[in-house]
């Protein structure tokens, strides 16, 4: 044992450690840890996997930022997160943990007041200096007050921070009662003190920032590639949580302004992976020699992922959308069965909840410990809600909308909206229903099309906007839009960033994840005792209230989700014997596969 490692045992036996507080490797949401103290890596990793070869990726838009934890500029470049660790690492294939990545033992007191984090001496920075306690309390202090709001938000709760010891941090929280405050902390990607003090963290850079993680950047093209290298001597590379992962020496991205032109790309091997999003892309755009012969996979993989929201969202700060009603009429015009069946091959599910594709979502009528919560809150909310079951609007498939624009009309009529000379006109104000889709991507544009005609059935001006990405998100972030199409990823274990999505205090501030502009006071109760949910069972029940009263705020009109990733790749790779069913990353490839030699050997020579 070397004296470093002895050092250490010396600090955590002489810490006052009391007989009730947690000590451990790991800590857990829920239940007991799946992997124990002497684990050395996660079963859906391959610990034997070999190192080696590129990863080229291909990535739709832009970039001219390299620092992700910012509001300005364009979203960051993909995989950005490569660049760092954080103070522990969650198990793809459980529910609510983490497990020490930069931190080596974790203790949390019986009421969760704060967690105190030992970090492992071993950890360095690419320059060779060591992450101290410091580098933890500044990073706390840096995305507190210059960091995006979403980041803001997610770590409001965690009041301030102290350096116990030499290698010890305590995150004190303001919410005691949050028992997912120290999972919540220890997500917190760690940023180097030494580096950024006399730099303007808040301003758009394209100099490579300094992290510890796994990759490093070595080249950028502004808004065109990026590519990311392998350390050689990262200090983690054998942690349990990494073994087995981050296989490839060099990930590279090319940018490309349109999708049709990136899946080209693919096929002509200008990059080797790609998730395909769109189902007739999915079904059609990929035919061709290369499928056929099995040089080029479509790999679809199924999962148990939570598919969260993807949705048209309102915008309700304008008075047009204050009314549920509108909002519900609305959504009779958008016809999912005969969209599902001519565009997309019949491969989607449509979207009836918030927390889609999990054990949160709201279903049937309200019972139970659902109901007991609901009930406090009868008269804030519609009593419907309590007797009839959520159903969005059904078509037969064959694009006759008649009886649910019927249904559409007497809504608009009990809101105050009335046709007059073929225009939908709201009688005190005058003011005329005009709707503008924004869209980045012109594949919206064909799913938005068909709407057109049953909007203006109802007398409704209805147009497409298409714009690019840098004025997109710019419009995004200053809320300035009709109807914009968005995805609301959610997890198994909802907590503090919920406040992002829908609370009254993030509605108007520039940036947050609140794109409806929801300012309810029943919602943001929920989200508090979502947060402080005492239980497993407690969480389930207060997210399924919630999930309800917003299906019954008609902010959206739900879209579809799917129970497969649908992969493009070459046949270039290794892949574990398992997968996570819980994953949460966007791309499998990077954490978890390999270059296979041989397979990309034979792969040129095909070529």
């Known amino acids: 044992m070397n004296l470093q490692r002895i050092a250490l045992i010396a600090v955590l036996t002489a810490l006052p450690i009391r007989a009730d507080n947690y000590v451990g490797h790991g800590i857990s949401l829920y239940g007991p840890l799946k992997y124990g103290p002497d684990f050395t890596h996660f079963a859906y990793t391959n610990p034997e996997a070999p190192k080696g070869g590129t990863l080229s990726l291909g990535a739709i838009g832009s970039f001219d930022n390299l620092n992700p934890h910012i509001l300005k500029g364009l979203e960051p470049p993909r995989l950005s997160s490569l660049l760092y660790d954080t103070l522990t690492e969650r198990s793809d294939d459980e529910i609510a943990t983490g497990y020490g990545r930069l931190a080596e033992r974790i203790e949390v007191p019986p009421d969760n007041a704060w967690v105190l984090y030992t970090l492992r001496p071993a950890a360095r920075w690419h320059d060779g200096k060591p992450i101290t306690p410091e580098d933890v309390l500044f990073t706390l202090e840096t995305y507190k007050t210059k960091g995006h709001p979403g980041l803001r938000n997610y ?30 902390a220890g997500q917190m990607s760690i940023l180097p003190k030494h580096y950024w003090e006399g730099r303007n963290f808040a301003a758009t850079t394209l100099d490579p920032p300094l992290g510890s993680g796994p990759y490093r950047i070595v080249a950028v093209e502004a808004g065109r590639s990026i590519t990311y290298e392998r350390v050689a001597d990262y200090w983690g590379r054998d942690l349990p949580v990494n073994k087995g992962r981050f296989n490839f020496d060099r990930i590279h991205f090319d940018y490309y302004r349109d999708q049709t032109v990136a899946i080209e790309a693919l096929k002509a091997g200008e990059f080797d992976y790609r998730r395909e999003s769109s189902s007739k892309d999915w079904s059609t755009a990929y035919e061709g020699k290369a499928l056929a012969t099995g040089k080029l996979v479509k790999d679809p993989r199924p999962h148990q992922r939570a598919a969260g929201m993807q949705a048209f969202w309102f915008n309700t700060r304008r008075a047009k959308f204050s009314d549920p009603r509108v909002r519900q009429a609305l959504g009779h015009a958008f016809d999912f069965e005969w969209t ?40 804030r909310i519609p009593d419907e809600l309590f007797t009839t079951e959520f159903q969005l609007p059904t078509t037969d498939g064959s694009g006759q909308v008649r009886q649910n624009l019927r249904a559409a009309k007497k809504l608009l009529q009990e809101a105050g909206w ?35 005609p049953n909007l203006e059935r109802l007398g409704v001006k209805a147009t497409i906007r298409i714009v690019d990405q ?14 914009i199409v968005l995805v609301r990823g959610q997890s198994h274990s909802p907590g503090s960033e919920q406040r992002n999505y829908w609370t009254s205090t993030t509605a108007d501030e520039s940036g947050s994840g609140n794109v409806a502009g929801i300012k309810d006071p029943v919602v943001d109760e929920l989200v508090e005792r979502l947060i402080q949910a005492p239980s497993r069972a407690e969480l389930v ?15 959206t009109i739900p879209h579809w989700y799917s129970d497969h990733f649908r992969v493009v790749h070459w046949d270039k790779f290794g892949k574990p014997s398992s997968s996570a069913p819980y994953t949460g990353d966007y791309f499998v490839v990077p954490y978890t596969w390999w270059y296979d030699a041989e397979k990309a050997a034979r792969l040129e020579q095909g070529r």
């Open 155 to 184: 770590f409001a709760a965690i009041e301030t921070a102290e350096k116990v010891g030499e290698h010890q941090v305590r995150l004190i929280f303001s919410a005691a009662t949050n028992k997912e405050l120290p999972l919540i």
């Open 340 to 379: 599902n069946k001519n565009l997309f091959h019949g491969l989607y599910i449509r979207s009836n909840s918030y927390f889609a594709n999990s054990e949160l979502a709201a279903a049937g009528r309200p019972s139970g410990r659902e109901l007991e919560i609901l009930e406090e809150y009868r008269g």
């Open 418 to 452: 009335v046709v007059a000379d073929n225009i939908l006109t709201h009688a005190e104000s005058g003011e005329v229903m005009e709707i503008e889709f924004l869209l980045s991507s012109s594949s919206w544009e064909r799913i938005v099309a068909p709407m057109i």
């Open 470 to 483: 840098t004025q997109y998100q710019n419009r995004v972030q200053a809320f300035d839009y009709d109807v």
């Open 541 to 555: 029940a207060t997210t399924r209230a919630l999930d309800r009263v917003l299906l019954w705020g008609h902010y």
